[in-house]
């Protein structure tokens, strides 16, 4: 995984901070993880568990969004 490092860092922060969907440097957090994942469901050339990933994290921060 290209970004597992940026990723990690990412969720680390947003447990730190009691899940608020922090906003970094650029975007929110819930932006971040979003676009990481279908990122990663592109790369994987739509692996059945990275879609599940995906579709979970977009209905998560769906209200975040």
Same mark, same amino acid.
């Given at each position: 995984m290209e970004n597992l490092e940026k990723i990690i860092q990412a969720i680390n922060v947003e447990i730190k901070h009691r899940y608020i969907d922090i906003h970094g440097k650029k975007q929110a957090f819930s932006s971040f993880i979003k676009k990481e994942a279908e990122n990663q469901y592109k790369v994987t050339k739509k692996n059945p568990r990275g879609a599940k990933? #995906?579709?979970?994290? &977009?209905?998560? #921060? &769906?209200?975040?969004?």
């Open positions: 990933i #995906y579709e979970a994290l &977009k209905h998560l #921060y &769906k209200s975040m969004a």
